[in-house]
């Protein structure tokens, strides 16, 4: 279990250098066999090793590790209800937050924000740590690979490590997007008709993937 408890350590370490976390604001989980690999509470991303993070099974007992799991365990279990889920990134990025203090939903701006779902529901503020916000949390990502939480951050899954990193980056830059529009006026959103042409666009060409001449 040391390569995977390393493999989120360094993500963590790639968060921090990218600007997307501060100090100890976040916690990053990957699936493993049985429960998840999870950072340990009270985490500093930047200086993250392998023994920062910790095995918990579907009991919630630690199986590997010394250290307490994150205070937002319940939040990455609500998330990983759906199986296709194999890494959760939770953050307390910036835009993100602002985002969360002037609107109930990020509306779908850019094409880009199909890969996370389309629209990102914003849900409505619990305690960290709180069942009532791994419940919020874990229904909006039923739908969709991402989640802001009001007054607090964001989250979004992916198929594994990297694929939520990349998530995060691309809420993020969204946030900031969106937030930048509507500072000079009300932001135009993509209509249902113009996503679904994106949609087949990408199907038809392969839009995102490197492929031979």
């Known amino acids: ?6 493999a989120v350590a360094a993500t963590c370490r790639s968060l921090a250098a990218q600007g997307l976390v501060k100090g100890t604001a ?13 950072t340990a509470t009270g985490v500093v991303f930047a200086d993250a090793v392998a023994d920062d993070v ?12 010394r250290l307490a799991p994150s ?15 194999g890494a959760v990134v939770h953050t307390h990025a910036p835009a993100a937050v602002a985002l969360s203090l002037v609107s109930d939903r990020l509306p779908c701006v850019h094409y880009q924000q199909l890969s996370l779902g389309g629209e990102v529901d914003v849900v409505p503020f619990a305690v960290f740590g709180s069942p009532e916000l791994a419940a919020r949390t874990g229904a909006a990502l039923a739908s969709a690979n991402a989640v802001i939480l009001a007054h607090h951050g964001a989250v979004t899954t992916g198929r594994d490590l990297a694929d939520a990193v990349v998530n995060t980056a ?6 900031d997007i969106y937030l930048r529009a ?18 087949a666009a990408a199907v038809s060409t392969g839009y995102g993937r490197t492929r031979e001449l």
Request: a negative charge; one cysteine or more.
């Open 170 to 175: 691309l809420l993020e830059w969204a946030c």
């Open 54 to 65: 910790v095995i918990v099974d579907a009991d919630r007992r630690v199986v590997a590790g």
């Open 26 to 38: 976040g916690n990053v989980s990957v699936r493993v066999a049985d429960g998840l690999a999870i």
């Open 71 to 85: 205070s937002e365990l319940d939040l990455h279990r609500a998330a990983y209800a759906d199986d296709a889920v």
């Open 182 to 199: 509507r500072a000079v006026g009300e932001p135009a959103e993509l209509t249902a008709a113009q996503q679904a042409e994106v949609v």
């Open 1 to 6: 279990m040391t390569d995977v408890r390393e």
